[in-house]
């Protein structure tokens, strides 16, 4: 059985490196994206089963990110990871499709549990 292919998008190079290097070490297979526009050419052109997203992208944000894709470009799971923590955030976040929402600092173990657990979801 192939990998989880996860991208991460973030416009903050240190939250895409240590992302990326935890979830291929966790055994995930990791593109990157350092923007909304960026993501949506690779979604559009990737088979991506979950999607790791910061809230604020620079040229978007998460939201406007997956209601902007395509039938057929949207990972089946998606996480915020985000500074914004609210319950008020949190309920947006939901009502947004997000399958969860992380405040960061997020542990890389945290987030390779929340995406473990997301997938192996029907």
């Not at 989880?4 to 935890?22: K, L, Q, R």
């Not at 395509?70 to 939901?94: K, M, Q």
């Amino acid at each position: 059985m192939p990998n989880p292919t996860v991208m991460v998008v973030d416009d903050d190079e240190d939250n895409v490196f240590v992302f990326e290097a935890s979830l291929v070490a966790a055994g995930f297979d990791v593109t990157v994206a350092r923007s909304m526009r960026e993501a949506r050419t690779s979604l559009a052109n990737a088979r991506v089963d979950a999607l790791v997203t910061d809230y604020s992208l620079g040229d978007g944000d998460a939201v406007e990110l997956i209601q902007s894709l395509a039938d057929g470009e949207r990972p089946r799971v998606l996480v915020l990871v985000t500074g914004y923590g609210a319950p008020d955030d949190h309920a947006r976040s939901r009502a947004a499709g997000f399958d969860a929402h992380l405040v960061k600092p997020v542990a890389p173990k945290e987030l390779e549990r929340t995406l473990r657990d997301a997938l192996a979801r029907p």
